[in-house]
T-cell receptor, first 114, second 117 residues
Framework: EAEVAQSPRYKITEKSQAVAFWCDPI?????LYWYRQILGQGPELLVQ????????DSQLPKDRFSAERLKGVDSTLKIQPAELGDSAMYLC????????????FGEGSWLTVV | AQKITQTQPGMFVQEKEAVTLDCTYD???????LFWYKQPSSGEMIFLIY??????QNATEGRYSLNFQKARKSANLVISASQLGDSAMYFC??????????????FGSGTRLQVQP
């Protein structure tokens, strides 16, 4: 079964360092999402792509976070500089663009900022 | 205002019994979709079941069913014959708008289910 691939699975970084996460969606999925999930809470959308274009980045802290999907396939989420409050799981998800289609999630990338 | 409300932070159920996880939602859009996901301790979000706002019948997927009460704006998940492997966090989520394939999900805060032997 096709999956959303994410890496790294776990990342520990020091405060003020840069960190990047990579996501490869299910083949053919035009829509890609990055979510952040703080421990004990539900995921919250950071950014949504339709092909290579950003559809919604209203909740992305743009002073330190950036996201790109240059060729409309895989995507990178970057944090620079990382802060202690960025410790969370970063989930990538993808879906077809048709009505009612399910959003499929990757295994997530756990980030700990020390 | 919260769009998705899950009022049960934690639930216990005996193995082989049925359990209902509550979810209420808030939207003014007549077209929307409701989803339930399971998140085990490993972190992966596993899709369980989907209900569209115009669907006439309640959705079912194996041991999972969705008790959809549109007038009450509730979409409760029912798990029949609970198994130990059902122990996990469960999230209710909603996608609003006619062109729902292009919209992101809004999640509730989750319910932690523990199945006891």
């Amino acid at each position: 079964e096709a999956e959303v691939a994410q890496s790294p699975r776990y990342k520990i970084t020091e405060k003020s360092q840069a960190v990047a996460f990579w996501c490869d969606p299910i083949s053919g999925h035009a829509t890609l999402y990055w979510y952040r999930q703080i421990l004990g809470q539900g995921p919250e959308l950071l950014v949504q792509f339709q092909d290579e274009s950003v559809v919604d980045d209203s909740q992305l802290p743009k002073d330190r976070f950036s996201a790109e999907r240059l060729k409309g396939v895989d995507s990178t989420l970057k944090i620079q500089p990382a802060e202690l409050g960025d410790s969370a799981m970063y989930l990538c998800a993808s879906s077809f663009s048709g009505k009612g289609n399910t959003i499929y999630f990757g295994e997530g990338s756990w980030l700990t900022v020390v | 205002a919260q769009k998705i409300t899950q009022t049960q932070p934690g639930m216990f159920v005996q193995e082989k019994e049925a359990v209902t996880l509550d979810c209420t939602y808030d939207t003014s859009d007549p077209s929307y979709g409701l989803f339930w996901y399971k998140q085990p301790s490993s972190g992966e979000m596993i899709f369980l079941i989907y209900q569209g706002s115009y669907d006439q019948q309640n959705a079912t997927e194996g041991r999972y069913s969705l008790n959809f009460q549109k007038a009450r704006k509730s979409a409760n998940l029912v798990i029949s014959a609970s198994q130990l492997g059902d122990s996990a966090m469960y999230f209710c989520a909603m996608r609003e708008g006619r062109d729902t394939g292009r919209r992101a999900l809004t999640f509730g805060s989750g319910t932690r289910l523990q199945v006891q032997p």
